[in-house]
């Protein structure tokens, strides 16, 4: 048994924005809407590798044991 009144919200997150849809049991849309995403701006240059780039630093004076 569904409730007349109840609805169903549909939300679709994308890459580049976010869009929702209300609708009844019976198909009738109550509302809608989207938005863009923001947030930080893309890096203009990424490793290549997905491992973390690190860089040892050079030694400057050699140990003797």
């Known amino acids: 048994m569904v409730d007349e009144d109840a609805g169903w919200l549909g939300i679709d997150l994308g890459t ?3 869009r929702a849809l209300l609708v009844t ?3 009738t ?5 989207s938005a ?15 491992a973390p780039q690190t860089r ?3 030694a400057t004076q050699s140990a003797t044991v």
Do not use: I
């Open 16 to 18: 580049q924005s976010v």
């Open 25 to 27: 049991a019976d198909g």
């Open 29 to 33: 849309v109550l509302g809608s809407g």
């Open 36 to 50: 863009p995403l923001t947030g930080r701006p893309p890096r203009e240059s990424r490793p290549t590798s997905s």
């Open 56 to 58: 040892m630093p050079k």
